[in-house]
């Protein structure tokens, strides 16, 4: 195959930068190839140039149905002429919450929002609220969204703000802890009884996916227990998407409270946050949670829909055999090229990088890849039409299928061939 042109993309591109900064509207945008899409269908996009890619970047992850779900975009678009913001009540709002519910069964309640980076900070404050506590817990190489108090980095074991204009001090409502070692988790908690909540992707998907140990979830459950503490899964990436009641369900471990986004709304903005009855009402009770666009109509469309697709034809099954299938075809054909290319996770949402092979248990063991040479390469992979992710991560959709595992590999083979070159 030969590599994809992209005139159309490179002048976009140079518009683009002299309208809005780096020519994108989100900051990770700028590690990737610069490519102005058309549209999407299923598991391809297409660009301005005309080329089309196999996408496995699923708009960092929300495209779980595919592109542009049919049943979806039929709804929000038939609702959407209703009206869409009311500034008070309407029934669609009932019905997605009642999906979401029975979907996410161990919660009592839900709350609707936009991001996943604002409802992780309502979680946080109606930890701290629930508890009189101040400070929270959370593991190096999460990803929970680009605010002051979240947004770090990790050198050599101690956390950094991420961003010049960060204040440092918003740290310290954070202890940074490495993922995977509970006995870090256990000494701190017996040392410090001002922390209020545990924050933890239940899969490291935001740093090479790393799968928790056998029985870690298990122990950061007892051990909030037994200090009082509140556990927040940040389901953002793995809910909706590892199986209908997400981690949780997949790992049948039940924290405090979780948030979500991405998957559950078929590429619309929405995010949840769910939990108990009577942490829940905390939020009708003294703690302040807003937002203009909470469920609107759209929103709301679009998670029942989503959802009901969801319920009615479950594709966790079909997603687990295509990723595993494509998981173990990238290895083989890295062992043909003679490449130390590494492929671990799950299937649905797995981490591709080069370096020797072995596990990894925590962020710091992303030091033994190469991730920029992958970064680079990822590059590489646009340039033959598959669409990842430069830091690693690949998503599997409901919507590929056999066409697409052929033609990835087809194309995943001649971009080997460059690298190897
Ligand atoms: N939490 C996790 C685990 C995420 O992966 C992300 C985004 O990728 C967020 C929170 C922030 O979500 P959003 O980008 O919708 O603000």
Not at 5 to 33: F, M
Not at 287 to 315: I, K, M, Q, Y
Request: glycine residues 10%; contains cysteine.
């Amino acid at each position: 195959m030969s590599l994809l042109t992209r005139t159309r993309s490179a002048e976009l591109a140079e518009r683009a930068r002299e309208i809005t900064p780096g020519g994108v509207h989100s900051n990770v945008r700028l590690a990737g190839p610069s490519v102005f899409f058309e549209r999407g269908e299923g598991a391809w996009l297409y660009d301005e140039d005309g080329n089309d890619y196999i996408d496995y970047l699923l708009g960092q992850g929300p495209i779980f149905l595919g592109h542009a779900p049919r049943q979806v975009t039929d709804a929000v678009a038939r609702e959407m002429r209703r009206g869409s913001v009311f500034a008070g009540q309407h029934t669609l709002e009932n019905r997605a919450g009642e999906l979401f519910l029975e979907s996410v069964d161990w919660a009592e309640k839900v709350r609707f929002g936009v991001t996943g980076t604002e409802t992780d900070q309502a979680a946080l404050r109606l930890a701290r609220a629930a508890t009189g506590r101040t400070r929270f817990v959370r593991f190096a190489g999460t990803y929970h969204g680009w605010l002051d108090n979240v947004l770090i980095t990790t050198v050599d074991g101690v956390p950094r703000p991420a961003s010049a204009g960060q204040l440092s001090r918003h740290l310290d409502d954070s202890y940074v802890l490495p993922y995977n070692d509970t006995a870090a988790l256990e000494t701190l908690l017996d040392q410090d009884d001002d922390i209020a909540a545990v924050i933890v992707e239940p899969v490291l998907c935001n740093s090479g996916a790393i799968l928790p140990v056998e029985g870690y979830l298990h122990r950061l459950r007892e051990l909030c227990d037994q200090h009082g503490v509140v556990l927040i899964f940040d389901e953002v990436i793995t809910g909706f998407r590892l199986a209908l009641g997400g981690a949780a369900e997949y790992f049948g471990v039940t924290p405090d409270l979780a948030v979500y986004g991405k998957a559950m709304a078929g590429g619309w903005p929405v995010s949840a946050l769910a939990g108990s009855a009577t942490l829940m009402d905390l939020f009708a009770d003294g703690v302040t949670h807003a937002g203009t666009f909470n469920s609107s109509v759209p929103a709301c469309a679009a998670v029942v829909s989503t959802l009901t697709l969801l319920r009615e034809d479950p594709p966790y099954g079909r997603v687990h055999a295509h990723g595993t299938k494509l998981m173990d075809s990238i290895r083989e054909l890295a062992v043909q090229h003679d490449l130390p290319l590494r492929v671990q996770g799950l299937p649905v949402a797995f981490h591709v990088s080069f370096g020797s092979p072995g596990s990894i248990l925590d962020h710091a063991g992303l030091a033994s890849f190469d991730l920029d040479r992958y970064a680079a390469f990822s590059h590489t992979l646009a340039d033959h039409g598959i669409w990842v992710a430069p830091r690693g991560i690949w998503y599997v959709s409901a919507a590929h299928g056999d066409v697409e595992l052929s033609a990835t590999l087809e194309r995943l083979d001649a971009a080997l061939s460059v690298e190897a070159a």
